[in-house]
């Protein structure tokens, strides 16, 4: 954490250290801020990601594909960190990922591209209110209509 803060212009030592101890805060590890890296599970590890990309105060965050290796339990529970954040620091966020209900849950647009060469095919609103559960009636059926028109467009491809 505090390597990363190095790099950001004008914060003495002191902000570098408060700003760390804030941002491990707010994703619920600050009590490991002393760990090595081969102490944090795998949930863990990504929780320092974000509170450190988030440490230098950036105006976009991208976060590309970063829960596919987690398992289930861990993602959810990232979800709910990644709203909550959202909701207090209203950072404009570019969430990759090949999840339709992760997108669905984490976004307030939902953007289908196509493969080869990458173009912008289609775009959801998501006008559900937050904090939104995956696990929900109505997460799920804006996750089953972009399913299906995403399955449309690769049955398009494959067909021809």
């Not at 912008?120 to 089953?144: C, G, K, Q």
Request: hydrophobic content about 40%.
């Amino acid at each position: 954490m505090l390597f990363g803060l190095k790099l950001t212009p004008g914060l003495s030592s002191a902000e570098r250290r408060e700003r760390a101890e804030y941002f491990l805060e707010l994703v619920g590890l600050k009590r490991f801020m002393h760990s090595n890296v081969h102490e944090l599970s795998g949930g863990m590890k990504q929780r320092v990601a974000l509170a450190r990309s988030l440490a230098p105060n950036p105006s976009v965050l991208l976060m590309d594909e970063p829960f596919a290796a987690l398992d289930a339990l861990t993602r959810e529970q990232l979800y709910g960190d990644i709203q909550r954040i959202w909701s207090q620091h209203r950072k404009t966020i570019v969430f990759v990922t090949h999840n339709v209900r992760e997108a669905v849950c984490l976004g307030d647009r939902v953007i289908l591209f196509s493969p080869n060469p990458g173009r912008i095919r289609e775009e959801f609103s998501i006008p559900l209110p937050r904090a939104r559960d995956i696990n929900s009636v109505d997460l799920a059926r804006y996750s089953m209509e972009i399913t299906r028109v995403l399955k449309g467009y690769v049955q398009t491809e494959v067909t021809g």
